[in-house]
């Protein structure tokens, strides 16, 4: 096969395994822990809002991809495992193996598909986010579109 082809099936095939990843979520918010004492410091919904440990909202993922903040005002993108800025400038992508890079191609950090560690480039553990989507969870921790406390 062409290499592009390769490319969009595998484009297509991990978005069909998020898509059942998603499916087992529960309509409960699930968990976003830190590294060093395990605490809560964030939820993700089902329905993509997104909340700090005081479950005051921070932002959302719509439908469509649009990635919105605090105040409902868009700041970014996802299309396909690609995350954009307002601009169009693609800022990141995802890697079918977990691994964020930011839009020159350098890696900043990892989502561990098995057990939901989230870790950067140099492998720090940055926290655990189990049972959510890949591309949520990389906007959260790597491309600062929400205003965490």
């Known amino acids: 096969m062409e290499e592009t082809t390769m490319k969009t099936l595998r484009i297509y095939l991990t978005m069909v395994m998020l898509a059942l990843a998603g499916m087992w979520m529960s309509g409960s918010a699930q968990v976003l822990r830190?590294?060093?004492?395990?605490?809560?410091?964030?939820?993700?919904?089902?329905?993509?809002?997104?909340?700090?440990?005081?479950?005051?909202?921070?932002?959302?993922?719509?439908?469509?991809?649009?990635?919105?903040?605090?105040?409902?005002?868009?700041?970014?993108?996802?299309?396909?495992?690609?995350?954009?800025?307002?601009?169009?400038?693609?800022?990141?992508?995802?890697?079918?193996?977990?691994?964020?890079?930011?839009?020159?191609?350098?890696?900043?950090?990892r989502v561990n598909l098995s057990d939901g560690k989230v870790t950067d480039a140099e492998n720090h553990i940055l926290g655990y986010a189990r049972g959510i989507r890949v591309d949520w969870i990389a906007c959260y921790y790597f491309f600062g579109f929400f205003d965490k406390k």
């Open 34 to 109: 830190d590294a060093t004492n395990d605490n809560t410091v964030g939820r993700i919904s089902g329905n993509g809002m997104v909340r700090d440990s005081e479950m005051h909202s921070v932002g959302s993922f719509d439908a469509d991809g649009t990635v919105r903040n605090a105040s409902g005002t868009a700041v970014g993108k996802i299309v396909r495992l690609e995350i954009f800025d307002t601009a169009g400038t693609r800022v990141g992508y995802i890697n079918t193996d977990g691994t964020v890079r930011d839009g020159n191609s350098n890696k900043l950090g």
